[in-house]
Structure formats: C-alpha cells, structure tokens
Nanobody
Framework: QVHLVESGGGLVQPGGSLRLSCVAS????????MGWYRQAPGTLRELVAT???????NYLDPVKGRFTISRDNGKKTVYLQMNSLKPEDTAVYYC?????????WGQGTQVTVSS
C-alpha cells in the first residue's frame, strides 16, 4: 500500500513563503509523476504544479514565477516552494502521485494566507 504524507502548511502573511513537502512510502521503488492540487472552500480542486520523473514541470498560470515544484527521488519526496503568497492562495493543498497506472493522494495540508 502506498501512502503520501504532506507537511509544511500553516498560516502566513501576504508576501510570505512556505515550503510544502510530500513523502511517499510503501511498497514502491521509485516515485512517478508527482503533483500538487489545491482546493479552496466552495471551489473545484485545481492542479497547481506537476513534475515528471525526468524533471519536466508545469504550473497553473496564477502561480507561475512564484511557486516552484521539485523532487528528491532518493528520499521519495516532492516539494512545493511557495513565495510571494497571496490571500487567494489559501486552500488545502494535496499531493498526488501517478505510478504504474494508479493515482495516489495525500490527506492534504492547510495553507492560509492572511494578515
């Protein structure tokens, strides 16, 4: 069984930074394409960023230039560095992994941007 555990969320003032981490564990030898989704109250879940096994990245337009996704294959971990945070970035952030035709989700971590 595969588990994804996120950490790093919290409360930050506008303009601040946070780094989210997601660690994959279980009967896996490598991690596949990884990504981060977010969902704010009353909205649909949206894809924020993805990174493939060979490091290709994609970002949601509103976060381009502010967020950076990266991965450490040895640690089976994906990160989301979030800078210049805005109130509209407030949401629950979920880690996603696509591997061998399966999709796995983390439990989510709350990010709140407020003064």
């Amino acid at each position: 069984q595969v588990h994804l555990v996120e950490s790093g969320g919290g409360l930050v003032q506008p303009g601040g930074s946070l780094r989210l981490s997601c660690v994959a564990s279980g009967n896996i030898f490598s991690i596949g394409t990884m990504g981060w989704y977010r969902q704010a109250p009353g909205t649909l879940r949206e894809l924020v960023a993805t990174i493939t096994g060979d490091g290709n990245t994609n970002y949601l337009d509103p976060v381009k230039g502010r967020f950076t996704i990266s991965r450490d294959n040895g640690k089976k971990t994906v990160y989301l560095q979030m800078n210049s945070l805005k109130p509209e970035d407030t949401a629950v952030y979920y880690c996603l992994m696509a591997l061998d035709g399966n999709v796995y989700w983390g439990q989510g971590t709350q990010v709140t941007v407020s003064s």
